[in-house]
């Protein structure tokens, strides 16, 4: 039986360390770095929000999540790529999101990483459930316009 298969996409239902996720994607034949965070704000379409939370099918989130960073490994010209999302009761300011990606040049670390994040908002049944300043709450599902 070989190595279990490194995982690229995982959930985190605690604050993780950027630092240890961006020095996982280096070596040698790294020449170019880019990530993307995304963090939890305290507004959205003209709302004060007070917090949120993400919910996750896990299984199938996983999954899809592999595929996308898969589909970014097989389309870009990169050497490695992670994503890591939240679920869970976040705080605002909070990290909720973020892609890391290494490669022997800048702009295929670039192209890729947008990829990665656009492709996860889009496709991973994550919903973002906001709590509003004024008591109110909503969901916000990946396939609707009002989660860009």
């Known amino acids: 039986m070989g190595e279990p298969q490194k995982k690229h996409f995982v959930l985190?239902?605690?604050?993780?360390?950027?630092?240890?996720?961006?020095?996982?994607?280096?070596d040698d034949r790294v020449g170019g770095y880019a990530s993307f965070e995304g963090w939890v704000r305290d507004h959205n379409e003209g709302r004060t929000v007070r917090?949120?939370?993400?919910?996750?099918?896990?299984?199938?989130?996983?999954?899809?999540?592999?595929?996308?960073?898969?589909?970014?490994?097989?389309?870009?010209?990169?050497?490695?790529?992670?994503?890591?999302?939240?679920?869970?009761?976040?705080?605002?300011?909070?990290?909720?999101?973020?892609?890391?990606?290494?490669?022997?040049?800048?702009?295929?670390?670039?192209?890729?990483?947008?990829?990665i994040i656009d492709e996860v908002k889009r496709r991973v049944p994550i919903w973002k459930h906001e709590q509003y300043a004024d008591g109110d709450a909503g969901w916000l599902h990946p396939d609707r316009p009002e989660n860009p």
Not at 12 to 26: E, H, I, N, Q
Not at 54 to 78: H, N, Q
């Open 12 to 26: 985190a239902d605690t604050p993780f360390d950027t630092g240890t996720l961006r020095a996982g994607l280096l």
């Open 51 to 115: 917090g949120l939370r993400y919910e996750a099918y896990v299984a199938l989130a996983e999954a899809e999540g592999e595929r996308v960073l898969g589909e970014a490994l097989a389309k870009f010209d990169i050497l490695d790529a992670h994503c890591v999302h939240r679920i869970g009761d976040l705080a605002i300011g909070e990290l909720a999101v973020w892609v890391g990606v290494s490669a022997a040049h800048r702009d295929a670390a670039f192209a890729a990483c947008r990829f």
